[in-house]
């Protein structure tokens, strides 16, 4: 990059890009501390302000953490390689796998915050599951910690008249989970669909994944399939944008 562009930018990006350029180099590793507010004040001869905000680019980004008391450190957390189509392959839960353990490898995952109702449907839900208005849904609702890290919102609907029950209206649905169930009520999925999105977390979403208001999330809506397209579930879900990357891998 030129001086001319570097000029252009604002004193709080350019000290942040320097950091970032430093951690990316291996200067500062997973775990390290990074300068810390004083610190940069004097080497850059800039405010506080400008200090914190470079530090907060940072953090937003997902680069690194604050330790309440002890600075800010490189984030050590390693992403999660979500391998959007090996997870799901009947393979995985078929054989009483969970589709995490195509993702999560030897690491070790908490699923917390479990919630299982009936509810009325959601509009755009009942839409979608091809539902009469009066019919009600089982909702599934979880959150995903990994290696101590909640990375993950999940919100799993489902049709009353088919799962009631079964044990998808527990909160442990067995081994190979909600797909291993459906198949043996006779609704096998056979085909998903997933839709991808990105936007600012919500104040609560935030608050549930421990990320800062300026991470992103990603925004995952998987539509489960059984024989002659029925949908069977439609599952909506919340992720750290900084705790993943999405891979899919198939043939040509």
Known sequence: MTNTDDDRRPKYQRIADSLREAI???????????????????????????????????????????RKGAGVFVRAFRPLRRRGIQRLSQEQWGNG????????????????????????????????????????????????????????????????????????????????????????????????????RSRMPTKDEAAQLSISA???VILVCRTAFADEGRPVEINEMTLDAASYVLEYDFDA
């Not at 589709?99 to 908490?110: F, G, H, K, Q």
């Not at 509810?119 to 539902?131: K, S, W, Y």
């Not at 919100?155 to 029950?165: E, I, R």
């Not at 909160?171 to 989970?177: L, V």
């Open 24 to 66: 990316q180099s291996g200067e500062y590793g997973p775990g390290d501390r990074l300068p810390g507010e004083n610190e940069l004040m004097a080497t850059y001869g800039v405010a506080r302000m400008t200090a914190r905000q470079a530090l907060g680019v940072l953090k937003d980004e997902g680069v690194a953490e604050s």
């Open 214 to 216: 300026g991470t992103p």
């Open 97 to 196: 796998r969970s589709i995490w353990s195509a993702d999560i490898e030897d690491r070790t995952l908490v699923v917390d915050q479990v919630t299982v109702s009936e509810e009325d449907a959601p509009e755009h839900i009942g839409l979608v599951l091809d539902l009469t208005d009066e019919a009600t849904v089982c909702v599934r609702r979880r959150r995903f910690v990994l290696d101590g890290k909640p990375v993950l919102l999940a919100t799993s609907y489902l049709p009353t008249s088919v799962v009631a029950g079964s044990a998808i209206t527990q909160e442990d649905t067995g081994p190979g989970g909600t797909y291993a169930r459906l198949a043996e009520l006779g609704y096998k999925p056979v085909h998903f669909r997933e839709e991808i």
